[in-house]
């Protein structure tokens, strides 16, 4: 044998592993140097702070403190306003927690996370002196100390176990970035083949690029003196947006031509091999991509050459090709623009300007889920005031952090079971240290060796996606179950009533939030279905009153992309591909009617243009609405304003005249071949709509 070689990516877990259980001994020892009371704190807030890099544990670090800050004045307010008042402190806490969750669910990245902290935080402080009200200050200063010195500890160990992260941090970047343009090339090649494999990965690429918006804040933090890089990458990331819903065009382009001249088949073919190529160089380094720049001009100049032989002739073929080669040549010039992009923040070159691809938040998912919070609260403060329980603080507390973190995740019954899980694991764990380590010796060294044991195994689990929930439950409970406290160890009673506290929190968290406006993937699907509906209701009167620009309806339908790839494997498939061929129909038809209303608004394309593609606009909202359409605009009409539109562009002579009518005459064939094939799609919104209305009146 050579020797083991570990894999990189079980060498990150390892390290990760390894760093983050030296950083929490450290906190540990610096929390029981300093005798602070429940040093477990210190160890287990480096472990809700540590991810997988450092841009990101930075990041959860400083808004940890965020709301750690904001929970001790909303706990030291609620003893405030309520010291002798039980019920009313109990309502004013379930407030304070609603409150935050719902809060959280708004906000992005770790900014949710640090209302998340802010709610339990505020409820720890406030429930632990309500027995003692005039040392609610002295508790809510000792919670923000040994939670500062647990991020402390895991920056330091960040900052000192992960040199070079910075350039790190940019190189990752820049090969994340020439991969999804690689990619990019490559589906678009494929759109232009007709294969329908094109418009699955172009989905996929749609729906990842949320996520890869979301990372980059980590990286701008990560690189530290790198954020024109994060910058450029939001315009980049935008422009891709953009070539994926052109290649969504020319697909229903392609499919909506009535015959493909060979001429026209010759030059798709060679602009998806180029393309291959392209995608070919675009994976590999600087000089490599700007060869692939090159080689673009060259074909967007070939495209063009080829679009300025068709325009001038009059047959039907030269009509077809210029139709096809119109969308070709817009969709090539936005993707040089993404690649030109990409090539300027390897140049460093600043961006001019930056967009992101927003998040919207669902307001409604907020209040249910604050509800949910506060509904718990009051169940658990009912459970202590009856059976006056010694540990009923304790249990409330736990029960405020369980439901506060519940409500940020994506399907909170199936994560928190897998919590419950990890509880249980660290309850059976914690039976070592509590049982056959700790009442040998009280030394730290002795304690330390086991407990980091037990800790390392758990950041292994936690860099393993199948096990990844249950050993986040697992490090954050495990040092609360063993009742650090430097005055003495936790006997057996002691640690059978924190087991039970623990157990019961999750379970009762669990309980409320399965049975308390429960939520299910079938009602999540149904949300999403609306809110699709709703666009597509937005198109109703696109043009009046409404500044409205297709960048923002490209990004908004990439959001919805988003959600529906993330439901993917826990609904029927055949769900799943009906959710993306609206959603992807839904994008296409907007984009394509914002398309003709500028051209009509620049005289460049008859009114009577716009008027059809809005009457068809208005056909697929009555199907949405009513299941039916309200004089639809037929077959023979849509033929007639082609033959119609098709006749302007034979008598004119003007080159960059017959170019506009091209444009129009592609966009209105598009919004017509989404409406008839979609049309299935949009009466099941219709049907779905009318089920919720009779469940809701029922």
């Given amino acids: 044998m050579s020797g083991l070689k570990l894999q990189p990516n079980t060498l990150s877990a390892v390290l990760f592993s390894l760093r983050t259980t030296i950083a929490s001994l450290v906190a540990l020892a610096i929390a029981f140097w300093m005798e602070m009371g429940s040093p477990q704190w210190a160890a287990m807030t480096v472990w809700i702070v540590a991810q997988n890099s450092r841009g990101m544990s930075l990041s959860k670090g400083r808004w940890r403190i965020a709301g750690t800050l904001l929970g001790m004045v909303g706990g030291v307010s609620l003893i405030a306003v309520a010291p002798q008042y039980p019920w009313i402190f109990f309502v004013l806490l379930a407030g304070w927690v609603g409150w935050c969750t719902g809060m959280a669910c708004l906000l992005e990245n770790f900014r949710g996370y640090a209302m998340v902290l802010a709610g339990y935080t505020g409820a720890i402080i406030a429930v632990g002196a309500a027995e003692q009200p005039d040392q609610v200050f002295y508790i809510a200063m000792s919670r923000g100390s040994y939670i500062l010195l647990g991020v402390v500890c895991e920056m330091v160990a960040g900052m000192v176990a992960v040199p070079g992260a910075d350039r790190a941090a940019r190189a990752d970047l820049q090969k994340r970035m020439a991969a999804l343009l690689s990619q990019t090339a490559s589906a678009l090649a494929l759109v232009l083949r007709r294969d329908e494999q094109g418009v699955a990965d172009m989905t996929r690429i749609l729906g990842s690029l949320q996520g890869f918006n979301d990372q980059l804040e980590f990286v701008r933090i990560d690189s530290r003196h790198a954020g024109e890089d994060a910058d450029r990458a939001y315009v980049t990331l935008e422009r891709v947006s953009f070539v994926l819903a052109r290649g969504v065009g020319v697909r229903s382009r392609l499919a909506s031509a009535p015959h493909i001249p060979e001429r026209l088949a010759v030059g798709l073919e060679r602009v998806a091999g180029e393309l291959d190529d392209i995608a070919a160089l675009l994976r590999q380094d600087m000089a490599q991509v700007v060869a692939g720049l090159g080689q673009l001009e060259a074909m967007l100049q070939k495209n063009h050459d080829e679009l300025e032989r068709c325009l001038p002739r009059n047959d039907d073929d030269a009509l077809q090709q210029s139709i096809v080669g119109v969308g070709v040549e817009i969709m090539l010039i936005d993707f040089r623009s993404a690649v030109e992009s990409h090539y300027a923040g390897l140049r460093k070159i600043p961006a001019p300007e930056r967009h992101r691809i927003k ?113 986040a439950s697992y490090v954050n409970f495990f040092p609360w179950i063993l009742g650090l406290d430097n005055q003495g160890r936790v006997d057996e009673v002691t640690w059978f009533n924190q087991s039970l506290v623990l157990l019961l929190a999750l379970w009762s968290g669990i309980q409320v939030f399965r049975t308390v406006l429960p939520f299910s993937v079938t009602q999540a699907w149904a949300q999403l279905r609306r809110q699709l509906v709703k666009e597509i209701q937005r198109l109703k009167e696109p043009l009046k009153g409404r500044a409205q620009t297709q960048r923002l309806w490209t990004n908004e339908t990439t959001l919805r992309m988003e959600q529906v790839i993330r439901f993917a494997g826990q609904i029927p498939q055949a769900e799943v591909d009906s959710m993306i061929r609206g959603t992807l129909s839904v994008m296409t038809v907007g984009r394509n009617l914002l398309t003709v209303k500028d051209l009509v608004t620049l005289r460049r394309l008859p009114a009577c243009a716009l008027a059809t593609a809005e009457h068809m606009v208005r056909d697929i909202i009555h199907l949405t609405e009513q299941g039916r359409e309200d004089d639809p605009l037929t077959h023979q009409q849509f033929m007639q304003e082609q033959s119609r539109l098709e006749d302007a562009f034979h008598a004119c002579h003007n080159l960059s005249r017959r170019r506009d009518l091209a444009a129009g005459i592609g966009s209105l064939r598009i919004i017509h071949f989404e409406y008839q094939t979609s049309r299935d799609f949009f009466l099941r919104e219709h049907r779905a709509a009318s089920l919720m209305r009779q469940l809701a009146e029922g």
């Fill in 359 to 471: 998040r919207r938040a669902d307001g409604r998912l907020a209040a249910i889920n604050g509800v949910r919070a506060a509904v718990a609260i009051l169940i658990g403060a009912f459970v202590w005031e009856v059976t006056a329980w010694s540990y009923g603080g304790a249990y409330m507390s736990l029960l405020s952090v369980v439901c506060a973190r519940f409500a940020i995740m994506n399907n909170m019954i199936l994560i928190s079971k897998y919590f419950f899980y990890g509880a249980v694991c660290s309850v059976l764990a914690s039976i070592i240290p509590v049982f056959l380590v700790m009442p040998m010796s009280s030394e730290y060294a002795v304690f330390a060796l086991p407990f980091s044991v037990l800790m390392f195994l758990g950041g292994l689990a936690l860099r393993m996606p199948a096990l990844s929930g249950i050993a």
